[in-house]
């Protein structure tokens, strides 16, 4: 079974800090993503990867930045925390490789719950 | 651009009754729709997707959902709810030269009562 887990169930933190948000999939899948998820907006896209030092913007970048290092780690950071950051992070991988498969499936870590006070 | 719309944001249905979640998406190329589950405090988990195969297509845990082009939906049906049910759907669409990238709706809140 693919695994994709992240650092942190709940996260609490003040306004102005850097935060680290790390995902980690066991799988050897191409492409991650990050997503926050916000009642009555569903998921929103953040930030995606198809491979390694590589990096897209999707639909909410602004305020985060990413960083993929190695193949299986996922890590998205707040450079400076602000409240209406507050929101559960979801972080997601999919094999198929490239931008030319859109039927490929997404499996979920179980989420970071951040709170910024 | 591609989209969803999901017609309802809390749905309640009895033990054994029909369950009906419904969703339209809005795409200029053949799109490749999914729904996924999230029980409570867990991530999502995929049900089903359609990829121009078969319209009517079974997923986990007796849900099946029919692709209608010319109805734009992807409705998500089950013919009898069980109360293991009660969790958050979201449905989504993505298209091939979109890569991976996936376009959720809102969501639905699916209560089963007793």
């Known amino acids: 079974d693919v695994k994709v887990t992240q650092s942190s169930r709940y996260l609490v933190k003040r306004t102005g800090e850097k935060v680290f948000l790390e995902c980690v999939q066991d799988?050897?899948?191409?492409?991650m993503f990050w997503y926050r998820q916000d009642p009555g907006l569903g998921l929103r896209l953040i930030y995606f990867?198809?491979?390694?030092?590589?990096?897209e913007k999707g639909d909410i970048p602004e305020g985060y930045s990413v960083s993929r290092e190695k193949k299986e780690r996922f890590s998205l950071i707040l450079e400076s925390a602000s409240t209406n950051q507050t929101s559960m992070y979801l972080c997601?991988?999919?094999?198929?490789?490239?931008?030319?498969?859109?039927?490929?499936?997404?499996?979920f870590g179980p989420g970071t719950r951040l709170t910024v006070l | 651009a591609q989209s969803v719309t999901q017609l309802g944001s809390h749905v309640s249905v009895s033990e054994g009754a029909l369950v009906l979640l419904r969703c339209n998406y809005s795409?200029?190329?053949?799109?490749?729709l999914f729904w996924y589950v999230q029980y409570p405090n867990q991530g999502l988990q995929l049900l089903l997707k359609?990829?121009?195969?078969?319209?009517l297509v079974k997923g986990i845990n007796g849900f099946e959902a029919e692709f209608k082009k010319s109805e734009t939906s992807f409705h998500l049906t089950k013919p009898s709810a069980h109360m293991s049910d009660a969790a958050e759907y979201f449905c989504?669409?993505?298209?091939?030269?979109?890569?991976?990238?996936?376009?959720f709706g809102e969501g639905t809140q699916l209560t089963v009562n007793p």
């Open positions: 997601a991988s999919s094999q198929n490789p490239g931008q030319a498969t859109g039927g490929d499936t997404q499996y």
């Open positions: 799988m050897d899948h191409e492409n």
């Open positions: 990867s198809y491979d390694v030092k590589m990096k």
């Open positions: 795409s200029s190329v053949p799109p490749y």
């Open positions: 359609y990829t121009s195969a078969a319209t």
């Open positions: 989504a669409v993505s298209r091939a030269v979109s890569g991976s990238r996936l376009t």
